[in-house]
């Protein structure tokens, strides 16, 4: 119902481009008495969006190129960490060293300056973190908060606002879990280690 009620209410705004079910990193009161906030990072733990919105994804990043040293693309990150951190996200997915098509959504997001639905209540449980996980191996996951149920009918915003403080929040965060050892890169160059290893042992066998 939630997010069938979001689709319907924000089905012709262009500024809002994705709604998410995971609440994280916010806490209670950065919602006031709403039912939701708005933030510029698609978090993509259960998400909706419309196809006006999607019409802005691009898998192969064609314009990365043109757009990777515009300030506007940067506009709402405020830690030269985080920019860093997605610069590097976005090279490697227009390389096509990384897969993570989560990456080309945000970048479409954040080109376009768009706002994306973080709910009070998580809403979200991923059980498929760890080892045998797709893309996220690491078991306990900050972002893997305990599910709760929203309350309806929703209560939204009065307008639309981009909650910097929420989203400054998130970057502190994603530093104190990432930073210099970050385990997301470290299943990068083990990936690559493995396949030169294969390669090399091909080669020798021929």
Known sequence: ??????????????????????????????????????????????????????????????????????????????????????????????????????????????KQQGLCILPAQNMIKNIGLGPQGTHTKIEHHPLNLSDSKMHFPLK????LYWNARCDRIFEKLNRMHYGAFDPMRLQHWEALARRLVRKYIKRIED
């Not at 500024?15 to 698609?42: L, Q």
């Not at 515009?70 to 590097?88: A, M, P, T, V």
């Not at 939204?156 to 307008?159: D, E, K, N, S």
């Open 156 to 159: 939204h915003p009065r307008r």
């Open 1 to 110: 119902q939630y997010a069938t009620d979001l689709l319907e209410f924000y089905r012709y705004n262009e500024h809002v481009m994705h709604i998410g079910g995971s609440r994280w990193p916010c806490k209670a009161h950065h919602f006031k008495e709403y039912s939701y906030t708005f933030s510029t990072y698609a978090l993509v733990w259960g998400w909706a969006t419309w196809k006006r919105a999607w019409k802005h994804f691009d898998w192969d990043m064609q314009d990365w190129t043109t757009w990777q040293n515009k300030r506007e693309l940067y506009k709402r990150i405020h830690y030269r960490s985080e920019k860093k951190r997605r610069q590097g996200d976005w090279e490697r997915l227009y390389t096509k060293e990384d897969n993570v098509w989560a990456a080309a959504w945000i970048y479409a997001v954040m």
